[in-house]
């Protein structure tokens, strides 16, 4: 067999010629942007886009300085730091087709658990023009039900007792945008790159709460002048398996320790609203709008929602991948009718857009048999998308008087998941969710009382005070647990009860 070359820069130019590689002089990169949550879907997503960027034009100020907040980024930061900051992207094509490229527009990866005044000193730098955020939905730390910023978590009173020595992104972005300003530098754009909705504004309204009890003067001065562009960010990135790592090296003949798999399609619409320049990200792709709203709303509760739905249901039923779920015709049945009686009716139009091939399109992403994106991971951290995802759109449909049996199924699968943790064949979940214990306890109490898990208020606001939810409710997770065969349910929804 042929010999792999190990991931570095000195090897670039020692790769296979069907590799695109960086052809800029990464020796030259600045960092214009700093990224928090250097995990899959920043590096499929903006790293790809801004290293398709440079390769384009030559641009060498918007280079990545990855951070890391969290211990658990170590592991991160030491591959890509033994790489020379470079992974390779592995797009999966439904056909079989696969492409690789290296990437290369991160420069840089620091660990605030190493040296958090390092981290807020390169936040000040005036060569940082962006701080952007992948740090999941759970990361804003809001009150889901009240979209309040929740000032109990231990970790916000640690920073707000210790603005030299933070640990969340909010202490951080506080301590730098506070030095940048006492330095007389303009403050940096705040970029969030998660599926929030409005994610720019919920970054804008918890970082204000935040640095408004520490010093009400600095956020004033936040208020007016940082900019904080709401986008929608779109490409399915399922998390890297061992299977990726041995078909970078047998076929592609590279050694990477984590590179990362992806699907060909790639979204980014954004909000022009930077308030210290911008990478030209429209030339390789993204898209600048005045109002983000209805793209980030139809992506959120119809991709996202539609995931949660094959999540939930799939793991009861036994699936274990996305595109497993898909390929079974009652599945997609069921999700196609959710996204049309449920999803669609509670949406805006969005101007040049046909709902109906998004639909469709997303049903085709959906079922890519290379993208082996488990139900695990869709279903991580699920109390903090659900809300949005999916809890929205039953809110919505309960006040204009529309369908919501398909979602409450999920609801009752989601009962079911984290009070047995156990598929209908008896296999085992790792459920991961900040709120696990809370989650489980709440649905523990279901067979005493059947509304125990509705009343998880933090998720579900007063839905469980709600007549027609709480009955429909109460029938689905009844007949559930008399029997968890999920199918017989999803049928008799189709069927129209
Ligand atoms: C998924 C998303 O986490 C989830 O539940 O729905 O990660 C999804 O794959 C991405 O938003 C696609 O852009």
Known sequence: MKESVLLKQENLHLLSDKIVVPTYDRSKGKAGIIHIGVGGFHRSHEAYYTDALMNETGVLDWGICGVGLREADRKMRDILSDQDFLYALIVKHPDGK???????????????????????????????????????????????ATGEFNFDNPDVQHDLANPGNPTLVFGFLTASLKKRRAAGLPPFTVQSCDNVQHNGDMTKKMLLAFAGKQDPELAEWIKANVSFPNAMVDRITPCTTPTDIELLRSDFGVRGAWPVTCEPFCQWVIEDNFSNGRPEWETVGAQFVPDVTPYEKMKIRLLNAGHSVLGLLGSIHGHETIDGAVSDPLFAEYLRAFMDLEATPVLDAVEGIDLEAYKDSLI??????????????????????????????????????????????????????????????????????????????????????????????????????????????????????????????????????
């Open 98 to 144: 696969v492409e690789t490229r290296v990437i290369g527009s991160i420069i840089d990866f620091m660990l605030s658990v190493e040296d958090p005044i390092a981290v807020i000193d390169r936040m000040a730098h005036e060569d940082t023009k962006i701080v952007s955020l992948t740090i999941t939905e759970g990361g804003y730390n809001f009150n889901p």
């Open 364 to 497: 085709y992403r959906f079922g890519n048999p290379n993208i082996k994106d488990s139900l695990a991971r869709i279903c991580l951290e699920s109390s903090a998308k659900l809300p949005k995802f999916l809890i929205s759109t039953i809110h919505e449909n309960l006040a204009a008087g529309g369908s919501i049996d398909y979602a409450t199924l999920v609801i009752a699968a989601w009962c079911l998941y984290s009070d047995k943790g156990l598929s209908r064949h008896g296999v085992e979940f790792d459920i991961v969710d900040a709120m696990k214990d809370e989650l489980h306890q709440a649905a523990m109490g279901t067979e005493d009382d059947v509304l125990s898990f509705l009343r998880l208020e933090p998720i579900f606001g007063d839905l469980a005070n709600n007549e027609r939810f709480s009955a429909l409710y109460s029938e689905m997770v009844e007949a559930l647990y008399e029997d968890p065969d999920i199918a017989r349910l999803m049928e008799k929804i189709l069927a129209g009860n």
